[in-house]
């Protein structure tokens, strides 16, 4: 026998299962620039790294640089990236992928 009680917690049970499947909010990107409290200016190289990574895998080739970049700074500015995770990618990435050129080789002497 189903009583009262056991409909209110399949009704429970079910309302979660809806708020898994609902799609998250996702906040515009001028109102997460301008949430920013701190390391303004440290997380736009993280940003340029993000974007530079992000462009050289093969599922974002198809997106312009303006999507790359909306996307890069998406992610680094909601905090689906962590900033110290993507910090210590930048110290250990190649010179050619942190943006960094290669020292300069001195001039030969005649």
Same mark, same amino acid.
């Given at each position: #026998?189903?009583?009262?009680? +056991?409909?209110?917690?399949? =009704? &429970? &049970?079910?309302?979660?299962?809806?708020? +898994?499947? &609902?799609?998250?909010? %996702?906040?515009?990107?001028?109102?997460?620039?301008?949430?920013?409290?701190?390391?303004?200016? @440290?997380?736009? %190289?993280?940003?340029?790294?993000?974007?530079?990574?992000?462009? !050289? @895998?093969? +599922?974002?080739?198809?997106?312009? /640089?303006?999507?790359?970049?909306?996307?890069? #700074?998406?992610?680094?500015? !909601?905090? =689906?990236? !962590?900033?110290? +995770?993507?910090?210590? /990618?930048?110290? &250990?990435?190649?010179?050619?992928?942190?943006?960094?050129?290669? =020292?300069?080789?001195?001039?030969?002497?005649?």
């Amino acid at each position: #026998m189903v009583t009262t009680a +056991d409909k209110k917690k399949t =009704a &429970a &049970a079910e309302e979660v299962k809806a708020e +898994d499947k &609902a799609p998250l909010v %996702e906040k515009p990107l001028e109102e997460l620039i301008l949430n920013k409290t701190h390391g303004k200016y @440290q997380v736009v %190289e993280l940003i340029s790294f993000r974007a530079k990574w992000l462009r !050289s @895998q093969e +599922d974002h080739r198809h997106l312009t /640089q303006t999507e790359v970049l909306e996307l890069a #700074m998406r992610e680094v500015l !909601s905090g =689906a990236i !962590s900033e110290e +995770d993507l910090m210590k /990618q930048l110290l &250990a990435a190649p010179a050619a992928l942190n943006g960094k050129k290669e =020292a300069e080789k001195p001039a030969k002497k005649k």
